[in-house]
């Protein structure tokens, strides 16, 4: 699977942005698909999921309720709704896929990741 993310940008805090992931080679089938950021000198952290199987999802505490992680899959494509954003959202944002069982905040469990989109917020 080839992952491709874009929709990143510069916005004012507040504002909104729309992310997306496109699968390419086969389809997302039944795997769970996630988006982590990394914000300079900082680690890789784990923002939201979508399980495609039963579309159940997961978030980070700190984007719950300003976040909204979805998939179409007619498009092959997950997208992250990025509402109300804040400085401290800015980073480099990756989605990733793999067939997981536990551990969907960890990204060594994810096999398939899409290039970075940079998303800045700012103040």
């Known amino acids: 699977v080839q992952l491709q993310a874009c929709g990143g940008g510069l916005v004012q805090a507040g504002g909104s942005l729309r992310l997306s992931c496109a699968a390419s080679?086969?389809?997302?089938?039944?795997?769970?698909v996630g988006w982590f950021r990394q914000a300079p000198g900082k680690e890789r952290e784990f923002v939201a999921a979508?399980?495609?199987?039963?579309?159940?999802?997961y978030y980070a505490d700190s984007v719950e309720g300003r976040f909204t992680i979805s998939g179409d899959n007619a498009k092959n494509t997950v997208y992250l709704q990025m509402n109300s954003l804040k400085p401290e959202d800015t980073a480099v944002y990756y989605c990733?896929?793999?067939?997981?069982?536990?551990?969907?905040?960890?990204?060594?469990?994810?096999?398939?990741w899409g290039q970075g989109t940079l998303v800045t917020v700012s103040s």
């Open positions: 990733a896929a793999g067939s997981l069982g536990l551990g969907i905040q960890d990204h060594s469990k994810y096999v398939y």
């Open positions: 080679g086969r389809s997302f089938g039944n795997y769970v």
């Open positions: 979508i399980r495609r199987s039963g579309s159940v999802t």
